[in-house]
């Protein structure tokens, strides 16, 4: 069957528009279920569907019927918004006097975007998702691409300035006015689209208005209308795969009815062993346990045969089980599985320090109950906010990667970013060397043919040998060569030139190569200039594009296959053109939907781009948000129906319940990172190693970027072995020894091999066929490898198991000595041939370390240590499937790349410049005290919390804006009572805290000798770094328990005070050249009174820090802060009225900053300065 993408049309936009087919109304054009991506895109039945059955267009409302709001209009509304055929939108034409201001608007945008580069810098914005300029026309990479952006609701009539948005910056004051007048109409009209959908609600959903819905009240109170004038670039494409996976899924479904009217064993979401990823079974044994003779396939890890409480003889070589019985709280002895992290300290009821695992989400609940400040300030998880995993609301961007920017023909169109994940490079298969392991043979799974011993986890399934999305049999080597290749005669090229490779050496994978990329050497798949996506919004209003040459603004018609899509439910596809081409057009979001409990459709759409030479896109769209503190919930009774499913849902449940401040704030959070001008170049797998492995603080300090490297290993893998040395011969060749700490983590090539061990010439001949003459030639490709690598190799070494050994790895960590030891054991097994699983000769290779051997002994038995190596197995063997794997990653911004298999010292050298590199993302000057400027090298510029401030353009209020009852509480009972028992506890995990003794740290290097430190709202642990506070000649700390503050040994003075009893300090004026608040700033029930106080004793030139984060006692937090769940940012704003207010006029240089590490608690700053 052939299956006709809408995809495949970048190269031949006349193939998509020769199928246009044309409706009732003139000038209204549809594409065909044919033009749009193969059958079954026109109908609700899919494939079958009569060619007659053609898509309806969009809806279209006179705008003097709309004034007039008949039941006819209202029902014309229902038909745009309500039912599987509706397509979520409706333009409303012929408006008075609104083509002229349209057209006047866009002819503005069009000139600033192409001719005016110094308007562009008099409204530049703070990042893209702040008002003013973003963007750079001709070259930019970014999603959003450039544009103007700013906030309908503070231009028009009665409208205000937003904080939590941004402030708005324009050009001159003739472009404002321009847009303002424009907008302003729109604005009114679209509201009453807004009021029409309330009518067809109150008619179609029983109590809506009763129960005190309404969209239109929601519109107005809505703080925000985010008008964003954009210009496309014609050489940016966003790639799309919707439809081609849409008929993919379809085939299967549509061949599988033929064979068989149910559903076959083993397939996915059947509760069998899934993903039969061969045609014909692998077979195997049944696994322990089963009592079955299973067939399953090697998606069922062999790891779980004979696990510890299966009733089984346990097939482990080692004496820790992996799962014994039982989780925390079942009453039995409790081994956490891989899915539980070992760090959990301070979970709800533990009465311990609320250090909370990486495990756990930003935005969970608050653990309370453990007696600590561990309750977040809202109740409501942020989960992803829109698309899983990706924290965008929908936009779908992770699965819709940028494939070009620049100028479409001008040679920057082939400036391509990460069309694939990074996580595919140097995985097994893909010709460099690796290994994975295995207990039972699989010599059928797709070896890579390089001639090195490839060998596949237990825990791998066989889906990851090499088969196509589309079940064609493939090599293993072209899955990762077709994903990196160019297009066209550039990408033949390349083939060539990887058949000569020494990666290949079998035929078979080169002409399953050459094969696979003949498929893409068809016309690659039709770019977008925006992918399918549903806006997470309330609602959109749009317009109809215009084009303009890039070279002179000049306006052209609009090119040929390029344009709005929009589909519905069943999958109908139109093209969207308009008896009107001023119309104005509004489109229902995700919000609207889900809070009209999915009675209207939120509409979906894309925009397709034939990317035209020298041609750029404009368009202005307007995002309407509500009140930031709504939560997008549903009527009752309509949960179920309100959230899409199927192929084309564009959205789930992560929608539902969360707040429209938390659904902007990730949108925001997300699109000022650098990862989406990068186009995520960090793969999925670095992150979820990333949150495994955490980042420990640097020992070597100076002001050269540290980089972690944690390699992922068995100690006797030789590949693992070659990569680490030519990976160390790098280092050294960049001077890099004092910046490279490398970390060992296991991955055991089989560990259930038997305590005797096996002769490696017989587990090479019964696994691969080598004979032994050849595994002990020298021309063995593995020892050549090695002998280049300046390693040879021993021949006689045994198979054996490991685990002991990396126990003593593990235990090598705490003195700094693994690498060390590392080293040993690989001279000791590899060229020595020694026996590492026996004790004596691990402990003499800990001598040799310079380790104690009797300690190393402990180390080997010690329970604590075989369950944190067994522990941390467990979780790699579940993401990983080959060794070796390493992750590199800057210490201070996390930023890195995982790679895998062999790789040269060149190689080597240019991933560790790549490292170097992304490190630049962080840091950020700051003022400081006495007229110093201060570095923050843990600061993230892109961060919303680092760019709140700077966004407001200089405005702040005038007046207070708050009420007395902001700063009410919960409990208002006398704070002493609280902290009359001493607690001795930390409030934020250990990276956390790291990163505000590092903030601290940079602060004090700008502070005079002798400086004085006043620490309010103190405790027993100040964080100040102990080299730089030892040059202080006051250190005061101030707090309500006084065994605490007797406890803080960096005090040189105590002082017991309750500030929301009294907030008048003791101390004379100038007293102090800095003041730090840490995580109590949310307690104050008079802010004002208290920081005109910090104000006064502070000297002249004199700097504030108050440090805050997501973890409060809620009870005892003021309502204004416990109320904004955004955190962050909202709380930013409310630090910087306290200062702007406290008292009024007397700070300056404030600044907001981000210093949260990426994994762990956030750490938040707000700084300010006293003038001099």
């Given amino acids: 069957m052939m299956m006709i993408s809408m995809l495949r049309f970048r190269s031949q936009p006349l193939a998509l528009l020769g199928r246009v087919s044309f409706g009732a109304k003139a000038g209204s054009r549809m594409l065909s279920a044919k033009a749009l991506g193969g059958p079954g895109v026109g109908g609700a039945a899919g494939r079958g569907q009569s060619a007659s059955e053609k898509p309806q267009p969009v809806v279209e409302i006179p705008y003097k019927d709309l004034a007039e709001m008949t039941p006819e209009v209202v029902q014309l509304l229902r038909k745009a918004f309500v039912g599987p055929k509706a397509y979520g939108a409706v333009a409303i034409t012929n408006i008075p006097g609104y083509a002229q201001l349209r057209r006047k608007a866009f002819r503005a945008g069009i000139d600033l975007a192409l001719l005016d580069s110094d308007g562009r810098q008099r409204a530049a914005a703070v990042n893209n998702t702040y008002p003013g300029w973003s963007g750079t026309p001709g070259s930019e990479t970014h999603p959003l691409q450039s544009s103007m952006l700013f906030n309908v609701k503070e231009v028009i009539p009665n409208g205000k300035v937003d904080p939590f948005f941004g402030k708005n910056i324009f050009p001159s004051e003739e472009y404002k006015n321009t847009w303002v007048s424009f907008s302003t109409h729109m604005h009114n009209i679209a509201m009453e689209v807004v009021r029409g959908c309330d009518?067809?609600?109150?008619?179609?959903?029983?109590?809506?208005?009763?129960?005190?819905?309404?969209?239109?009240?929601?519109?107005?109170?809505?703080?925000?209308?985010?008008?964003?004038?954009?210009?496309?670039?014609?050489?940016?494409?966003?790639?799309?795969?919707?439809?081609?996976?849409?008929?993919?899924?379809?085939?299967?479904?549509?061949?599988?009815?033929?064979?068989?009217?149910?559903?076959?064993?083993?397939?996915?979401?059947?509760?069998?062993?899934?993903?039969?990823?061969?045609?014909?079974?692998?077979?195997?044994?049944?696994?322990?346990?089963?009592?079955?003779?299973?067939?399953r396939t090697h998606s069922t890890p062999v790891k779980s045969a004979g696990h510890a409480g299966d009733g089984l003889a346990s097939m482990r070589t080692h004496s820790t089980p992996v799962k014994s019985a039982g989780h925390a709280g079942d009453g039995l002895a409790s081994m956490r599985t891989h899915s539980t992290p070992v760090k959990s300290a301070g979970h709800a009821g533990d009465g311990l320090a609320s250090m909370r695992t990486h495990s756990t989400p930003v935005k969970s609940a608050g653990h309370a109950g453990d007696g600590l400040a561990s309750m977040r300030t809202h109740s409501t998880p942020v989960k992803s906010a829109g698309h899983a995993g990706d924290g965008l609301a929908s936009m779908r961007t992770h699965s819709t990667p940028v494939k070009s920017a620049g100028h479409a023909g001008d040679g920057l169109a082939s400036m391509r970013t990460h069309s694939t994940p990074v996580k595919s490079a140097g995985h097994a298969g893909d010709g460099l060397a690796s290994m994975r392991t295995h207990s039972t043979p699989v010599k059928s799974a797709g070896h890579a043919g390089d001639g090195l011993a490839s060998m596949r986890t237990h825990s791998t399934p066989v889906k990851s040998a090499g088969h196509s999305a589309d079940g064609r049999a493939m090599s293993p080597l072209s899955n990762q060569y077709r994903n990196t290749l160019g297009s066209g005669a550039s990408r033949q090229t390349q083939v060539a030139q990887i058949s000569t490779s020494s990666l290949i050496t079998d035929q078979e994978d080169y002409l399953g190569l050459v094969a696979d990329e003949s498929l893409e050497a068809e016309p690659e798949a039709g770019d977008y200039w925006l992918p399918w996506h549903i806006d997470s919004n309330f609602v959109t209003v749009l317009h109809k594009e215009m084009y303009a040459r890039e070279?002179?603004?000049?306006?052209?018609?609009?090119?040929?296959?390029?344009?709005?899509?929009?589909?519905?439910?069943?999958?109908?596809?139109?093209?969207?053109?308009?008896?009107?081409?001023?119309?104005?057009?509004?489109?229902?979001?995700?919000?609207?939907?889900?809070?009209?409990?999915?009675?209207?459709?939120?509409?979906?759409?894309?925009?397709?781009?034939?990317?035209?030479?020298?041609?750029?896109?404009?368009?202005?769209?307007?995002?309407?948000?509500?009140?930031?503190?709504?939560?997008?919930?549903?009527?009752?009774?309509?949960?179920?129906?309100?959230?899409?499913?199927?192929?084309?849902?564009?959205?789930?449940?992560?929608?539902?319940?969360?707040?429209?401040?938390?659904?902007?704030?990730?949108?925001?959070?997300?699109?000022?990172?650098?990862?989406?001008?990068?186009?995520?170049?960090?793969?999925?797998?670095?992150?979820?190693?990333?949150?495994?492995?955490?980042?420990?603080?640097?020992?070597?300090?100076?002001?050269?970027?540290?980089?972690?490297?944690?390699?992922?290993?068995?100690?006797?893998?030789?590949?693992?072995?070659?990569?680490?040395?030519?990976?160390?011969?790098?280092?050294?060749?960049?001077?890099?020894?004092?910046?490279?700490?490398?970390?060992?983590?296991?991955?055991?090539?089989?560990?259930?091999?038997?305590?005797?061990?096996?002769?490696?010439?017989?587990?090479?001949?019964?696994?691969?066929?080598?004979?032994?003459?050849?595994?002990?030639?020298?021309?063995?490709?593995?020892?050549?490898?090695?002998?280049?690598?300046?390693?040879?190799?021993?021949?006689?070494?045994?198979?054996?198991?490991?685990?002991?050994?990396?126990?003593?790895?593990?235990?090598?960590?705490?003195?700094?000595?693994?690498?060390?030891?590392?080293?040993?054991?690989?001279?000791?097994?590899?060229?020595?041939?020694?026996?590492?699983?026996?004790?004596?000769?691990?402990?003499?290779?800990?001598?040799?370390?310079?380790?104690?051997?009797?300690?190393?002994?402990?180390?080997?038995?010690?329970?604590?240590?075989?369950?944190?190596?067994?522990?941390?197995?467990?979780?790699?063997?579940?993401?990983?499937?080959?060794?070796?794997?390493?992750?590199?990653?800057?210490?201070?911004?996390?930023?890195?790349?995982?790679?895998?298999?062999?790789?040269?010292?060149?190689?080597?050298?240019?991933?560790?410049?790549?490292?170097?590199?992304?490190?630049?993302?962080?840091?950020?000057?700051?003022?400081?005290?006495?007229?110093?400027?201060?570095?923050?090298?843990?600061?993230?510029?892109?961060?919303?919390?680092?760019?709140?401030?700077?966004?407001?353009?200089?405005?702040?209020?005038?007046?207070?804006?708050?009420?007395?009852?902001?700063?009410?509480?919960?409990?208002?009972?006398?704070?002493?009572?609280?902290?009359?028992?001493?607690?001795?506890?930390?409030?934020?995990?250990?990276?956390?805290?790291?990163?505000?003794?590092?903030?601290?740290?940079?602060?004090?290097?700008?502070?005079?000798?002798?400086?004085?430190?006043?620490?309010?709202?103190?405790?027993?642990?100040?964080?100040?770094?102990?080299?730089?506070?030892?040059?202080?000649?006051?250190?005061?700390?101030?707090?309500?328990?006084?065994?605490?503050?007797?406890?803080?040994?960096?005090?040189?003075?105590?002082?017991?005070?309750?500030?929301?009893?009294?907030?008048?300090?003791?101390?004379?004026?100038?007293?102090?050249?800095?003041?730090?608040?840490?995580?109590?700033?949310?307690?104050?029930?008079?802010?004002?009174?208290v920081f005109s106080e910090m104000h006064r004793v502070l000297k002249p030139g004199g700097m504030a820090v108050v440090a805050y984060s997501h973890r409060c006692f809620l009870e005892k937090s003021v309502r204004v802060w416990a109320d904004a769940t955004d955190d962050g940012e909202g709380h930013a704003h409310l630090i910087c009225r306290y200062f702007q207010h406290g008292p009024q006029g007397g700070w300056e240089k404030l600044s907001t900053v981000d210093v949260s590490p990426q994994h762990g608690d956030p750490l938040w700053l707000v700084l300010a300065v006293k003038p001099r």
């Fill in 199 to 295: 009518r067809v609600l109150e008619e179609d959903v029983a109590d809506w208005a009763s129960h005190g819905r309404s969209l239109g009240r929601l519109a107005d109170e809505g703080p925000a209308l985010a008008g964003r004038f954009i210009c496309y670039d014609s050489g940016f494409t966003r790639e799309d795969r919707l439809m081609d996976d849409r008929d993919k899924a379809e085939d299967v479904v549509e061949q599988l009815s033929e064979i068989a009217p149910v559903k076959s064993a083993g397939h996915a979401a059947d509760g069998l062993a899934s993903m039969r990823t061969h045609s014909t079974p692998v077979k195997s044994a049944g696994h322990a346990g089963d009592g079955l003779a299973s067939m």
């Fill in 551 to 1089: 070279s002179n603004a000049s306006l052209v018609p609009e090119p040929e296959g390029s344009g709005l899509l929009m589909m519905n439910k069943v999958g109908d596809v139109v093209k969207f053109e308009c008896s009107d081409e001023d119309a104005m057009v509004l489109q229902m979001g995700a919000f609207g939907q889900i809070y009209s409990g999915g009675q209207l459709t939120a509409c979906r759409h894309a925009v397709l781009s034939p990317r035209p030479p020298g041609t750029a896109r404009f368009n202005f769209c307007n995002f309407w948000y509500v009140p930031w503190e709504t939560v997008c919930d549903t009527p009752r009774g309509y949960e179920r129906q309100a959230i899409n499913t199927g192929w084309n849902a564009m959205m789930d449940d992560s929608y539902l319940n969360i707040t429209m401040r938390q659904s902007f704030w990730a949108f925001r959070k997300f699109m000022t990172s650098p990862e989406a001008r990068v186009q995520f170049a960090d793969s999925v797998q670095f992150k979820e190693l990333s949150e495994m492995l955490p980042l420990f603080q640097s020992k070597a300090g100076g002001s050269q970027p540290q980089i972690q490297v944690d390699l992922i290993t068995d100690v006797r893998c030789p590949f693992s072995l070659i990569s680490q040395s030519n990976l160390e011969a790098a280092v050294a060749n960049l001077s890099m020894n004092a910046q490279v700490e490398l970390r060992f983590h296991p991955l055991f090539l089989n560990p259930n091999v038997a305590k005797e061990g096996e002769s490696l010439d017989d587990y090479l001949w019964r696994e691969y066929g080598y004979t032994k003459e050849f595994a002990h030639s020298e021309d063995y490709p593995l020892r050549k490898a090695a002998v280049q690598a300046g390693i040879n190799l021993n021949p006689h070494r045994r198979v054996v198991n490991t685990f002991d050994a990396f126990c003593l790895v593990e235990a090598a960590q705490a003195m700094q000595l693994q690498q060390r030891l590392v080293q040993v054991l690989s001279r000791r097994y590899f060229e020595e041939a020694e026996d590492i699983s026996d004790e004596q000769v691990l402990v003499a290779a800990a001598v040799e370390c310079g380790m104690c051997g009797k300690e190393a002994l402990e180390k080997i038995k010690s329970l604590e240590v075989r369950a944190r190596v067994q522990g941390r197995y467990d979780q790699l063997s579940a993401r990983l499937g080959e060794v070796p794997h390493f992750l590199l990653r800057e210490r201070i911004s996390g930023n890195g790349l995982e790679v895998g298999g062999m790789r040269s010292v060149q190689e080597w050298e240019d991933l560790l410049q790549r490292v170097l590199e992304k490190s630049r993302f962080v840091g950020m000057s700051i003022p400081g005290m006495h007229g110093k400027e201060v570095f923050l090298p843990e600061a993230n510029p892109h961060a919303p919390v680092s760019l709140a401030y700077n966004a407001q353009h200089g405005w702040s209020p005038t007046t207070w804006p708050y009420q007395d009852d902001d700063f009410s509480r919960m409990d208002e009972t006398p704070d002493g009572n609280m902290y009359a028992e001493a607690r001795l506890v930390e409030h934020l995990d250990e990276s956390s805290l790291e990163r505000l003794t590092g903030a601290y740290r940079s602060i004090m290097k700008a502070a005079p000798d002798g400086f004085s430190v006043l620490d309010l709202c103190g405790s027993w642990n100040s964080h100040f770094p102990e080299e730089l506070i030892g040059h202080a000649s006051r250190v005061v700390v101030h707090g309500l328990n006084v065994k605490e503050l007797e406890a803080n040994l960096q005090a040189t003075e105590q002082h017991v005070q309750d500030l929301n009893e009294c907030s008048q300090l003791p101390w004379n004026a100038d007293s102090f050249d800095l003041i730090t608040l840490a995580l109590s700033v949310q307690y104050l029930t008079d802010p004002r009174k």
